[in-house]
């Protein structure tokens, strides 16, 4: 039968089944049987929001609050799907869950929150009372105003940006074309 411009060099499948197919040689030693992997398509939610947790976490050390929220939610998505990266998706799930019940372990036995919340509503009122009597804040936001505008009054004077930015252009052509870039 002939299958548009070409003609298969094979009988057609159609015309075999699976009884009558060539008997398949018995594996030898030499391979290596898979076993098994059990059925991870329905992780915990411990292991998903612990995969998130270790995801966001990266993600901002790395590169900041966007790429942590882009890899709390990868890490997420991750654990439900089969393959090395779900598996790795899942390990740091199951890392994330036991690291955050142990530090849930330990606040119970410490109340290590509780002491952090006293500590730190003790410093807020402390650093208030301090401002109050001083005006930490006020003299501080006076400072900054004075220094950027003796910072622009200079700018102004010398075009510090200005030269900045063609010394920076004219690095980045002579790297061009260092290159082989474009000539100029």
Not at 71 to 91: H, I, K, L, P, Q
Not at 157 to 179: E, F, P, Q, V, Y
Request: proline share 8%; glycine share 10%.
């Amino acid at each position: 039968q002939k299958f548009g411009p070409f003609t298969p060099p094979y009988p057609l499948l159609e015309k075999h089944t699976m009884s009558n197919l060539p008997p398949q040689p018995p594996p030898h030693s030499s391979f290596h049987t898979p076993t098994p992997t059990p059925d991870t398509s329905n992780p915990s939610s411990n292991v998903i929001a612990g995969a998130a947790a270790v995801g966001a976490t990266v993600g901002l050390l790395v590169s900041g609050p966007v790429v942590g929220l882009v890899g709390g939610v990868g890490a997420a998505v991750a654990t439900m799907t089969t393959g090395t990266a779900g598996d790795v998706a899942r390990s740091a799930g199951n890392l994330g869950a036991s690291a955050g019940s142990k530090a849930s372990e330990l606040d119970k036995k410490h109340h290590i929150v509780d002491k952090t919340k006293a500590a730190t509503s003790g410093l807020v009122a402390k650093a208030k009372e301090i401002d109050s009597k001083h005006h930490v804040v006020d003299k501080t936001k006076a400072g900054a105003m004075k220094a950027a505008a003796s910072a622009s009054e200079f700018n102004k004077k010398h075009d510090i940006t200005g030269k900045t930015a063609k010394a920076l252009s004219s690095g980045m052509d002579a790297i061009s074309r260092s290159l082989g870039g474009s000539k100029k």
